[in-house]
């Protein structure tokens, strides 16, 4: 099973852009790159998938390199309802590999 | 449409005891996962059933065990409990049938061992 590696956490103020990265050097080739984000004592809400290149989707977007050995999250213009765990699992097999995340926080 | 619903929200049990927890995925998702969510190890795969067959199974002792029934509603139960097994227990349920699956989750059963 791929793992992924991301930052534990990041600060950002609000208003500003937020990108965060997420390593799968042994991504494979049936695996999608998934997004997902966690309020605490609730489950993870997906946010966005991808193969390869560019998604965009009304809340985020996802970039991916040719190689696909990592991926990057973009939030737009962040609020403090953003503030959460991001987490950058590998959908492929009949299961995910959560990692630790990125803890987000939004300063006013 | 409804959302994947956990019951019970939150339990509180005695060491040895028993417990079991119950899970109605999205209708029409056959896949239900399950994962353990602790502040020290993160979120944990248990193992997942598909159509009534367990599919995929995680680094869990055999006192974690689970079934599905035959409309997709799934239990998961921990039998001989230990202190340790307080969690947040959450439940995602997809399709299960595409290469790419999307996961649905649940908001959670919080598991208090004293």
């Known amino acids: 099973l791929a793992k992924t590696t991301q930052p534990i956490s990041m600060d950002s103020y609000e208003g500003q852009e937020v990108n965060i990265t997420c390593s799968h050097n042994n991504i494979a080739t049936n695996d999608y790159i998934t997004w997902y984000q966690q309020f605490p004592s609730q489950g993870p809400r997906f946010i966005i998938q991808?193969?390869?290149t560019k998604v965009t989707n009304e809340v985020a977007s996802l970039f991916i390199p040719a190689d696909r050995k990592s991926s990057t999250l973009s939030l737009p213009r962040v609020s403090l309802s953003d503030t959460a765990v991001y987490y950058c699992?590998?959908?492929?097999?009949?299961?995910?590999?959560f990692g630790t995340g990125t803890r987000l926080t939004v300063i006013p | 449409k409804a959302g994947v619903t956990q019951t019970p929200r939150y339990l509180i049990k005695t060491r040895g005891q028993q417990v079991t927890l119950s899970c109605s995925p999205i209708s029409g998702h056959r896949s239900v996962s399950w994962y353990q969510q602790t502040p020290g190890q993160g979120l944990q795969f248990l193992f997942e059933y598909f159509s009534e067959t367990q599919r995929n199974k995680g680094n869990f002792p055999g006192r974690f065990s689970g079934r599905q029934f035959s409309n997709s509603r799934s239990e998961m139960n921990v039998s001989t409990l230990e202190l340790g097994d307080s969690a947040l227990y959450l439940c995602?349920?997809?399709?299960?049938?595409?290469?790419?699956?999307?996961?649905?989750f649940g908001s959670g059963t919080r598991l208090t061992v004293v």
């Open positions: 995602a349920s997809s399709l299960g049938t595409d290469l790419y699956y999307g996961y649905t």
């Open positions: 991808g193969y390869k």
């Open positions: 699992p590998l959908s492929g097999a009949n299961n995910l590999f």
